[in-house]
C-alpha cells in the first residue's frame, strides 16, 4: 500500500485524526477491469452441471478396417448431406487419384470421404473400403491385408504421430501408387502441422467445412422414426428444438456426428423409451465427451519433440477454458506458457521454443472448437476492442478445466504452476480469471488445490497473488461440502501471528461467501481490524457493501458506530469515507449486482442512492457520523466536497445528491458541524 492509502492511524491515538482511504489493498494494479473479468469468469465457468451420462471408457474410434459393406453405402446415400464443395472435391479425386481432406474428427468428413469414394467407384465398377491408418505396400513399404484393385476406393486416416515433414512426400507416393492402379483414396488428416503444411501446398489436400447439424439431425431423425407414425417425427423436431434441450447441450452447433447420436437419444425420447430426465443427462454430457477425447488425444505421443505439437494444441483448449471471452492476446500467451510447463514435465532436459508464423489465422482455434471476434475489455475509465476469443458452446469450457484436473493426475501440477503465475499478473484480465479458475479447482478436490493453489499464492509477498488466493478461496467455498474448511481456515488465519495470512483472510471475507452469510463475514471483518487499524478491512467492508445485500452492510456499520471498541467505530468511519471516493466497478466481486451495474462510473455512494432508495436514512446517518466526529470530521469535509464535485460533472449524479443532501443535514439528533455545512453550502452554490 502506498502512502496516499495509508490510514495507519493507531486506535489508542485519541490526537491523531482519520484520512480519506484511497485506492484498494492492490495500489491499484486490480482494480480497472476487474468487474467484467470478473462476471465473465464466474459466466463461462458457473454453469450448472447437473448429471452427465457418460460412458465409462470413452475413446477415439478408428475407423474398421476392411471393405465397406453395400448397406452402410446404402445408407450413407440417403442420410448423407451435400457439404460446401463437394463437386469440386469429386473432379479433384477423379483427376489425381487423391484427395486429402483436412478436419477435424466428429465432423462427418469420413463420412463426405466414403461418398466421394462411392460416386467414383461405382462409376468404374469397383468397391469402398477402409484402410484405418494403414499405408498400402509400395507407397512406403508397409503392408496391408488390403490389395489395391483397380477402380476400387480406398479411405485412409493419417496416422497421428505422422511427422507434418514427412507428409507431402508419403502423398505423392499414395498419388502414384493409386494411379498405377487406376483406384482413388481419400486420406483424413486432422488439424494440426500436418494439415497446415498440407493447405500450404494446394497440391493434395482441401479445408473441410462439415454440412449444417441441423439438415443432419433432421435427416436422422427421419431415418430412424421412417416405420413409425409420423406425429411420433414431429415430437421429435418439437423436442429438438426446446431450450432446454439447447441449454443442456451447450454446444453453439453440434457436429455432425454430434447430430447423429443426439437423434438416435431424439428418437428413443418421442417413442417413449427414454424419459424426459434421462434424455437431457444424455444431452449434458456431449461437452464432457468431447473434453475427455480431446484430452485422450494428446496422450497419444509420449516424448519429446514428437509430442509437442500434441502438448500445444491440449494447453490451448485449457488455457481456453480460463480465457474464454477474453482477449486472443491474452488466452494465446496464457496457452504457450502453459505448453511449456507440460513440456518440462514430459521432458525436464528438454526446453521446447515457440513457432513464430502460422500458415492460417485462426486454424488452431478450429481445433478447439473456437472462433474469435470482436470484444471490449473494460479498463476502469474506458474501455478497448480487442480481438476476442471464445469456445462454440458454454459448457466447453468447464468440461475442459473440469476433465483437465480431474482425469489427468500429472497434468495437476503444471496447471497449478501455471495458475500460480498468472496470479501474479498485475492485469486483472489475467489474474482474476485465473484466480477463479483455482478456485474452482480447490472445491473440487479441496486438499490438494490447498496445498498447490491457496497457500503458496496466500504465503508470498505478491500483493497480486495475496488477492488471488482470497479470490479463490472464496471462489471454492460456494462449494457447500468445502466452505466450512475455507472458513476454518480463514479463522485460524485472522487470529494468526503471519501478517499475510490475516490479510489474506480480511481480503476473503469481502466476497461474503467463505462464512456462509454476508453477516457472518461482517462479524470477521470486525475482529480482524483490530490487527490491521481498518487498512484492508475497509475495502473488504466496502466490497461487500456493494454485494447483494447492502442493508445487512449498513446495519453492521451502524452497530459499529455506536461500538465502545474503537477499531470498529474507526472500521465504519474509514468504510463511509471510501464509499465516497471509490468507484463502483472497482468493488466487483463473485456475485451478480445488475442493478448497480448502470452506474459502475459512479462512487458507490452515490451508485446505491440511485439503485437502492431504501438504503438512503442508514447511509445518511453513517455520513453525518463522519462529518460531526471530531476524528473523522475533517477527512469527511474534504471527502464530501470532492464528491460533489465530481458529481457537478455529471447531470444525474447532480440530481441524485440534491436529493439526499438535505436529509444528511437535517436528519438526526447531532446537528451537523457548522464549518462542515458552509464547505459543503459554498460548493453547491459554485455548480
Request: negative net charge; hydrophobic residues 45%; aromatic residues 4%.
Amino acid at each position: 500500500m502506498n502512502a496516499a492509502e495509508d490510514v495507519n492511524v493507531p486506535a489508542e491515538s485519541p490526537g491523531r485524526r482519520l484520512e480519506i482511504p484511497k485506492g484498494g489493498p492492490l495500489d491499484g494494479a486490480g482494480q480497472p477491469g476487474g468487474a467484467r473479468t470478473a462476471r465473465e469468469a464466474r459466466a463461462h465457468l458457473h454453469i450448472p452441471v447437473g448429471p452427465a451420462r457418460l460412458c465409462a471408457e470413452p475413446a477415439p474410434h478408428p475407423l474398421p478396417e476392411g471393405p465397406v459393406p453395400r448397406e452402410e453405402l446404402d445408407r450413407l446415400r440417403r442420410l448423407y448431406r451435400t457439404v460446401p464443395g463437394h463437386t469440386a472435391m469429386r473432379d479433384h479425386l477423379r483427376r489425381t487419384g487423391l484427395l486429402a481432406l483436412c478436419g477435424e474428427p466428429g465432423t462427418g468428413r469420413a463420412w463426405t470421404g466414403l461418398a466421394l469414394l462411392a460416386e467414383l467407384s461405382e462409376l468404374a465398377g469397383g468397391g469402398v473400403a477402409r484402410l484405418g491408418s494403414g499405408i498400402p505396400y509400395g507407397a512406403s513399404g508397409m503392408q496391408t491385408t488390403e490389395k489395391t484393385e483397380r477402380g476400387h476406393g480406398y479411405l485412409l486416416e493419417l496416422p497421428a504421430e505422422q511427422a507434418d515433414s514427412t507428409v507431402e512426400p508419403l502423398l505423392d507416393r499414395l498419388r502414384a501408387h493409386f494411379a498405377e492402379h487406376e483406384a482413388f483414396c481419400v486420406v483424413l488428416v486432422a488439424g494440426g502441422p500436418a494439415a497446415e503444411r498440407l493447405l500450404r501446398g494446394r497440391r493434395h489436400a482441401v479445408p473441410y467445412q462439415p454440412p449444417a447439424a441441423a439438415e443432419v439431425l433432421d435427416r436422422h431423425l427421419a431415418e430412424l422414426l421412417a416405420d413409425r407414425p409420423a406425429e411420433l417425427l414431429e415430437t421429435a423436431r418439437a423436442t429438438a428444438r426446446r431450450p432446454e434441450l439447447a441449454e443442456a447441450l451447450g454446444l453453439d452447433e453440434p457436429r455432425p456426428g454430434e447430430a447423429a447420436r443426439l437423434a438416435g437419444h431424439l428418437a428413443a425420447h418421442a417413442e417413449g423409451r427414454l424419459s424426459e430426465e434421462r434424455l437431457l443427462e444424455h444431452c449434458r454430457s456431449f461437452a464432457p465427451h468431447q473434453a475427455r477425447e480431446w484430452l485422450l488425444e494428446a496422450a497419444r505421443p509420449g516424448t519429446l519433440p514428437a509430442a509437442l505439437p500434441a502438448l500445444r494444441t491440449a494447453a490451448l483448449r485449457i488455457a481456453l477454458a480460463v480465457f474464454d471471452g477474453s482477449s486472443h492476446s491474452l488466452m494465446a500467451e496464457a496457452a504457450e506458457l502453459l505448453t511449456w510447463e507440460l513440456a518440462v514435465t514430459l521432458d525436464p532436459q528438454y526446453a521446447p521454443g515457440r513457432p513464430l508464423f502460422s500458415a492460417r489465422p485462426g486454424a488452431s482455434l478450429a481445433m478447439a472448437r473456437a472462433v474469435h471476434g470482436e470484444g471490449v475489455e473494460d479498463l476502469g475509465d474506458a474501455s478497448v476492442p480487442v480481438r476476442a476469443v471464445w469456445f462454440e458452446g458454454r459448457r466447453l469450457a468447464p468440461a475442459v478445466l473440469h476433465e483437465s484436473w480431474d482425469a489427468h493426475h500429472n497434468l495437476r501440477g503444471p496447471m497449478a504452476r501455471w495458475l500460480r503465475a498468472l496470479c501474479d499478473d498485475p492485469r486483472p484480465q489475467v489474474w482474476v480469471r485465473a484466480a477463479v479458475a483455482a478456485g474452482v479447482l480447490c472445491a473440487r478436490d479441496y486438499l490438494y488445490g490447498l496445498v498447490e493453489l491457496a497457500l503458496p499464492l496466500a504465503r508470498t509477498d505478491s500483493p497480486v497473488q495475496r488477492m488471488a488466493a482470497a479470490t479463490a478461496l472464496a471462489e471454492a467455498s460456494r462449494a457447500p461440502e468445502v466452505r466450512s474448511a475455507v472458513n476454518g481456515l480463514l479463522h485460524d488465519w485472522a487470529r494468526g501471528d503471519d501478517e499475510r495470512e490475516c490479510e489474506t483472510a480480511a481480503l476473503a471475507h469481502g466476497y461474503g461467501l467463505a462464512a456462509g452469510s454476508v453477516a457472518a463475514s461482517l462479524e470477521e471483518l470486525g475482529r480482524i481490524a483490530c490487527a490491521d487499524d481498518g487498512r484492508t478491512t475497509s475495502y473488504s467492508v466496502l466490497r461487500l457493501l456493494a454485494g447483494p445485500e447492502p442493508e445487512t452492510v449498513l446495519a453492521a456499520l451502524t452497530r459499529w458506530l455506536r461500538d465502545t471498541r474503537r477499531p470498529r467505530r474507526d472500521l465504519a468511519l474509514l468504510t463511509a469515507l471510501r464509499a465516497v471516493t471509490t468507484r463502483t466497478s472497482y468493488l466487483w466481486g463473485l456475485c451478480e449486482v445488475p442493478e448497480l451495474e448502470p452506474y459502475a462510473a459512479w462512487p458507490l455512494a452515490t451508485a446505491l442512492l440511485a439503485a437502492r432508495p431504501e438504503c438512503e436514512p442508514r447511509l445518511a446517518e453513517l455520513l453525518r457520523s463522519t462529518l460531526t466526529w471530531a476524528r473523522s470530521a475533517g477527512a469527511a469535509e474534504d471527502a464530501l466536497v470532492g464528491w460533489i464535485r465530481r458529481a457537478a460533472r455529471d447531470e444525474r449524479q447532480v440530481a441524485v445528491l440534491c436529493d439526499f443532501l438535505p436529509r444528511l443535514a437535517q436528519d438526526g439528533d447531532e446537528p451537523l458541524d457548522a464549518g462542515a455545512a458552509i464547505r459543503i453550502r459554498e460548493v453547491l452554490e459554485a455548480l
